[in-house]
């Protein structure tokens, strides 16, 4: 589905310009909450690395230069796991069977990302802007000078999601979200992680300073068997 005419919606990922962009897979995720005791099979690897390899064949017929990874690659904030060292690597050699790029963006949970990038020759930046689109985790603003190179702005760390509710039962579907961020074009990126259900886009706080604004005129992407256009927020929150 097009959310910009240069750019399309497949699956949990975006497409322009010859480039993929997916954000916030949190590799290592399980790993955390088996310490914390919550009991989750450690299977979301396998579900996301056959959920890309998904979206390559449904883009088939389209070229793929570069992959950026828009933040969050792994989860642990101070240190990188067993499960993070073994998994990234293997993400990695995924994405590069598919591409002549791999470009990852630092975001808030990257703190210690640099040898796992290290040991794949993987860039690491703090943004980037490919063409008119500038591609950034989204928990900071960048520099003035990066924003006037871009027309659209494209960030991860929300995590948006949205909660429907038929009778007693409610689903959560992950979303993007498409609006202005000073005059330019705004996209929100979902969690490739399909463990994380992400933030509540009708009840919970955001928490990027780029959605620090009324967003009653965001438009709402929603992500399951297909992706379906569930028009304006303010005017799903006045039926929910």
């Known amino acids: 589905m097009k959310i910009l005419s240069n ?18 897979i949190h590799i290592g995720y399980e790993e ?3 310490r914390q005791g919550i009991l989750v099979p450690r299977t979301q690897f396998e579900e996301m690395a056959k959920r890309f390899e998904k979206i390559i064949k449904s883009h088939k017929y389209k070229k793929i230069d570069r992959i950026i990874v828009n933040g969050d690659l792994k989860h642990e904030f101070g240190t990188i796991s067993e499960q993070e060292w073994r998994n990234a690597l293997k993400f990695l050699d995924l994405l590069a069977k598919y591409c002549k790029e791999i ?8 703190t ?13 930046l ?8 500038l ?3 989204g928990d900071k603003i960048p520099d003035k000078g990066l924003l006037k190179k871009a027309s659209t ?7 948006p999601a949205i909660s429907l509710k038929e009778g007693a039962r409610v689903e959560k579907y992950k979303c993007f979200l498409k609006g202005k961020y000073k005059g330019k074009n705004l996209i929100v990126q979902p969690s490739f992680n399909t463990l994380i259900e992400g933030t509540d886009i009708l009840r919970d706080e955001m928490l990027s300073p780029f959605l620090e604004q009324n967003l009653d005129s965001f438009e709402v992407y929603a992500v399951e068997d ?3 256009d569930f028009g304006k927020l303010g005017n799903l929150r006045n039926r929910a």
């Open 7 to 24: 750019m399309g919606i497949i699956d949990l990922a975006l497409y322009f310009d010859s480039t993929l962009v997916i954000a916030d």
């Open 32 to 34: 955390v909450l088996n």
């Open 103 to 110: 470009i990852l963006i630092k975001g808030n949970h990257d």
């Open 112 to 124: 210690i990302l640099g040898p796992i990038a290290n040991k794949r020759n993987v860039k690491v």
């Open 126 to 133: 703090g943004s980037v802007v490919v063409g008119k689109f």
């Open 135 to 137: 591609i950034t985790h």
């Open 153 to 159: 702005i494209i960030i991860g760390h929300e995590h």
């Open 226 to 228: 297909k992706v379906y």
